[in-house]
T-cell receptor, first 108, second 113 residues
Framework: SQQGEEDPQALSIQEGENATMNCSYK?????LQWYRQNSGRGLVHLIL?????REKHSGRLRVTLDTSKKSSSLLITASRAADTASYFC????????FGTGTRLQVFP | KAGVTQTPRYLIKTRGQQVTLSCSPI?????VSWYQQTPGQGLQFLFE???????NKGNFPGRFSGRQFSNSRSEMNVSTLELGDSALYLC????????????FGSGTQLSVL
């Protein structure tokens, strides 16, 4: 399978804490994207990082990319209960291949 | 601007039947992709269409097919349904074929009994 893997599979934290999710992928990519999914609904695009970038920020999100290790991480700072969702990375070659996802639970 | 619309939202079928799912992309988007999501396999790529042409296909049997119309609306069809086809089927659209930012619909939850 070409599917990437994410770690941890599940993460529980308190509001205000930071959440870090890691993603590993298998093939060379043009860019890597992170998406969020609430309760089995559609996914929402969060951020894109290109293969020639190492770090990118968007609001409370920070993404890193290490193409030599074929890995990426997503950091959500100062988490809120509303951040509770599943988070997926997706490597873009000529199609998007999604990782297995991390279920994040943020407790008030 | 309306988002990606998928119909129906829920569907119950029996083994051996066939099903057609519909997806209307965001106005102006010419690329439509389909994904199957199950608890065991996660998000699996089915196929992608751009301007009525299939650009890419995932590793699914020939029972899974799709098409895109001139107005960019897309349909996917599953024939001879199996129990394992029970899943959330997600459609996503984007402006170009580069897949740099996909907009997803809410999905069609298919249950095969």
């Amino acid at each position: 399978s070409q599917q990437g893997e994410e770690d941890p599979q599940a993460l529980s934290i308190q509001e205000g804490e930071n959440a870090t999710m890691n993603c590993s992928y298998k093939t060379s990519i043009n860019n890597l994207q992170w998406y969020r999914q609430n309760s089995g609904r559609g996914l929402v695009h969060l951020i894109l990082i290109r293969s020639n970038e190492r770090e990118k920020h968007s609001g409370r999100l920070r993404v890193t990319l290490d193409t030599s290790k074929k890995s990426s991480s997503l950091l959500i700072t100062a988490s809120r209960a509303a951040d509770t969702a599943s988070y997926f990375c997706a490597g873009n070659t000529d199609k998007l291949i999604f990782g297995t996802g991390t279920r994040l639970q943020v407790f008030p | 601007k309306a988002g990606v619309t998928q119909t129906p939202r829920y569907l119950i079928k029996t083994r051996g039947q066939q099903v057609t799912l519909s997806c209307s992309p965001i106005s102006g988007h010419r690329s439509v992709s389909w994904y199957q999501q199950t608890p065991g396999q996660g998000l699996q790529f089915l196929f992608e269409y751009f301007s009525e042409t299939q650009r890419n296909k995932g590793n699914f049997p020939g029972r899974f097919s799709g098409r895109q119309f001139s107005n960019s609306r897309s349909e996917m069809n599953v024939s001879t349904l199996e129990l394992g086809d029970s899943a959330l089927y997600l459609c996503a659209s984007s402006w170009t074929a580069s897949n740099e930012k996909l907009f997803f619909g809410s999905g069609t939850q298919l249950s095969v009994l």
